[in-house]
DNA sequence: TCAATGATTCAAATATCGTTGAATTATGGA
DNA sequence: TCCATAATTCAACGATATTTGAATCATTGA
């Protein structure tokens, strides 16, 4: 991932509404969810989730496929752990992140 | 960290000329470094260099010190281990995502 | 105390982001 | 084909974020 990809990924994270809908795909799985059931979970308006799942999508952090009448969102995992690869990277240089990111050794 | 934290660390990241500060001041490690040298560093004018410094600092990523008539910058690592790990909290729930982010186990 | 240096704050202009309702596209079933 | 459903796109408005030069604050050394 080159900075460009990683600043628009973070800015796309950086959302009330858009994180909490990354974060329901993340936990929903491979079977992902379709924007209804997401607009019902979050109580966000149709066009305001589009438009958020649309952000989500073109930062490459959610994948789109179609079930007849209904889209479904999944979370791209491969492209999580390209980002948090690229944070860690810098993270771990130096010996204090190592103390201060314990955390990563859960993976 | 909450939700509100997150995303204001996130979005402070997500920035180009932020995002170079951050991974400068990581890279320069516990002895950090003045507005001065970032600015020379990455051709960024001072004023602007002070805002995006400020946004830092307030996202809780900077920690700020005084040495004489220069200010230090040092990135706070153990804010970003929490930030790591909050992510990387959610990126680890499903199988998918601990094959999709071996990186981790470099931590 | 005064001048010089390092850095920030302020205010104004520009650019970008986020929300909303109305209109549009896509699909399945009667 | 026609209607109902699921979701998106469009346009317009308001809210935020970013940049810049001028002014200000803090500190050191003469």
Redesign the pocket.
């Known amino acids: 991932m080159e900075e460009q990809d990683i600043i628009r990924a973070l ?1 796309a994270l ?5 994180l909490r809908v990354f974060r329901a795909l993340v936990v929903a799985g491979p079977d992902g969810m ?4 997401l ?1 019902e979970a979050l109580s ?12 989500l999508t073109q930062a490459g952090l959610l994948l ?1 496929s ?8 999944r979370a791209d995992y491969a492209r999580m752990g390209a980002l948090m690869a690229y944070l860690t990277e810098n993270c771990c240089r130096g010996t204090p992140c190592v103390e201060a990111a314990p955390s990563c050794t859960n993976c």
């Open positions: 800015a950086a959302h009330e509404i858009r379709t924007p209804g059931a607009g966000v308006a149709p066009t305001t989730l589009s438009f958020h799942l649309k952000e789109q179609r079930d007849g009448r209904h889209l479904i969102y």
